[in-house]
């Protein structure tokens, strides 16, 4: 009730002018004015995958579960309140995500998946109208359907970008369903002995135990071999000052925490002839997700606006 509100405000405001004597109180977080998810749940909803691309420079990683600010999750989750698309809270909406990238990570094929509220009406969890299929499709879009890529990148901050979407059934998941993550680390090749460094690489291609390779995580991580499916060192078309632009292509169904950062700093040891290459079989006992392999995520409602500010 407003009178409730205005007294609860109140005493807000009385506690936080006596915050000099009670330390560690957390300031409240400004919401979007007159906007609550679980007063949503009369409008339609359906659930997507959205593909995401960003410049990872400024933000403090993927999650918002650090709470460290900016995050690129935080920021979606403040567009998608900003445009009203969010019906519910996280466990409602059945968010995923494919994965997790650190501090200063970029990402080209990033992919969430959530339920978003709909113009569309009766659909299922298959996303399909009853008794019919999903609208044709115009101008890469669903017939009547809301342009979530248009709306999302009006509001979001110029180095994150959502470049695609479409939908989904119920059980995908961005994190399970995904089929396969490749990596690209991004390096000058001056005074690396890059054919040692391939060579080197190879041999982590197929299934090992990679636990000395990766920032342990005892507490949530209790099986550390994961399978490489290919490795390529290769030069990208770009040169500076005399100076060959290298990256590093790893790919896999899944990686562990700092995985990919480990391997390339033992490659980097062994180009440098400060190691073997054989080290990185004794082993077995500037990052970028490049993209994610998915059956059913084929995202085509793509607009023209896909590049990243410079």
Sequence with gaps: MPGEK?????????????????????????????????????????????????FGQRFYGFSQEAQMDPSIESEIFKALETTRLLIGDKKEIQYSRCGRTDKGVSAFGQVIALYLRSKLKDIDAHNKHSKETVPEEQDGLPEGEIDYVRVLNGVLPKDIRIVGWCPVSSDFSARFSCLSREYKYFFWGDNLNLSVMETAGKKLIGEHDFRNFCKMDALNVHAYRRNVMSFKISPCDMRFEGHQLYAIKIKGRAFLWHQVRCIVAVLFMIGQGLESPEVSIKCHSNCMVSSSLFDAFKPKCLTAETSLAS
């Design 6 to 54: 205005s007294e609860n405000l109140g005493e807000e405001r009385g506690e936080m002018n006596s915050g000099s004597k009670r330390s560690g109180r957390k300031k409240a977080t400004r919401k979007t004015p007159g906007y609550d998810t679980r007063t949503m749940n009369h409008h339609p909803r359906r659930y997507v995958a959205l593909k995401v691309m960003y």
